[in-house]
């Protein structure tokens, strides 16, 4: 399971300074948080690899280098590892551009460590409230994709149940894998920081990599 995850200002504390000048959101002066939806997709990842022994989830987030905090919230709540992807290049990306480096990441993945059943992430970052990144992935990907979901409710022969929270009403859906699933915030809250594991990733650090122009990634 690939966890999309994202670190976003905190917008719930808006004060003064919180605009800059061209209108856009002054990053240095908010809290930098873990995207909310975010943290309910990465539960329900957490619960499939309760129920199914040898299950691996990986963090997938990228950003500045201090984004890569949000890999060792992750590993902190029960994540087996975790990717930064960070470049100069990709600051200020759009919807378009992230999907496709977060896709490309996505598939290395699924090349070198093993097949990718399942992409997950939250519905949509409060620093942008687009809920695009997510469907885009899996148009990428050519993966068939499940939004709004507020819970799995069974994974077996290769098949997901899932809850969705619609206009009117909640339906179920049963869908192969591989997929994308996108979640809601009326689903279940993320399970709290592991203190065993909080002492054994506390000073967790990433390797780098270089990248085709032989710079470090």
Not at 38 to 53: G, S
Not at 118 to 131: C, K, N
């Amino acid at each position: 399971i690939v966890v999309l995850a994202k670190q976003v200002p905190d917008t719930r504390n808006v004060g003064k300074d919180a605009m800059t000048a061209e209108g856009t959101v002054n990053r240095a002066a908010l809290p930098a948080i873990f995207n909310p939806e975010d943290l309910n997709a990465l539960e329900q990842a957490l619960r499939i690899k309760d129920l199914n022994p040898g299950t691996t989830v990986t963090m997938l987030t990228m950003g500045p280098p201090r984004a890569g905090e949000i890999i060792r919230q992750g590993l902190y709540r029960g994540a087996d590892n975790g990717f930064l992807l960070t470049d100069r290049k990709s600051a200020g990306a759009d919807t378009l551009a992230t999907s496709y480096f977060l896709s490309q990441a996505i598939a290395k993945i699924d090349r070198e460590l093993g097949h990718v059943d399942l992409v997950i992430g939250g519905r949509q970052a409060i620093d942008g409230d687009t809920a695009q990144v997510g469907p885009q992935v899996a148009q990428k990907l050519g993966l068939s994709q499940v939004t709004y979901a507020e819970e799995i409710l069974k994974c077996e022969d290769g098949k997901l149940t899932i809850r969705r929270h619609i206009d009117g009403g909640v339906e179920t859906v049963e869908a192969p894998m591989p997929l994308v699933v996108t979640v809601t915030g009326s689903a279940a809250p993320c399970r709290p920081a592991n203190a065993k594991l909080v002492m054994k990733y506390k000073r967790a650090t990433a390797p780098m990599e270089r990248n085709s122009e032989n710079k470090y990634n």
